[in-house]
């Protein structure tokens, strides 16, 4: 089982920066890659930023140059700087890590608002 824990939401103005973290507690060993998503009101639940156990990551085009997704070295902690924010990316937050089996943990979420 792994639990995860996010932190570093807020309000942040047009072209403004944020970094979330997530901390992940559990059986980290069994994570074999973690990732961001987020979920605007009335939209569906989309990928920001990604990263594998090997350490490669991917970004979805809406984000790509502004958005840049990290770990730590005992791979128990990822980080998303956003920068150049834009009211596009009000939304929920969450951290998400794959594990053997398919399995899949999820975050509470944490609100991120950029006002227009």
């Known amino acids: 089982q792994v639990h995860l824990a996010e932190s570093g939401g807020g309000s942040a103005q047009p072209g403004g920066s944020l970094r979330l973290s997530c901390a992940a507690v559990?059986?980290?060993?069994?994570?074999?890659?973690m990732g961001w998503y987020r979920q605007a009101p009335g939209s569906q639940r989309e990928l920001v930023a990604a990263?594998?156990?090997?350490?490669?990551?991917n970004y979805a085009d809406s984000v790509k140059g502004r958005f840049t997704i990290s770990r730590n070295n005992a791979k128990d902690r990822i980080y998303l700087q956003m920068n150049s924010l834009k009211p596009a990316g009000t939304a929920e937050y969450y951290c998400?890590?794959?594990?053997?089996?398919?399995?899949?943990?999820w975050g509470q979420g944490t609100q991120v608002t950029v006002p227009s």
């Open positions: 990263i594998t156990s090997g350490g490669t990551t």
């Open positions: 998400q890590a794959r594990g053997f089996g398919r399995r899949i943990y």
């Open positions: 559990g059986n980290i060993q069994s994570i074999t890659g």
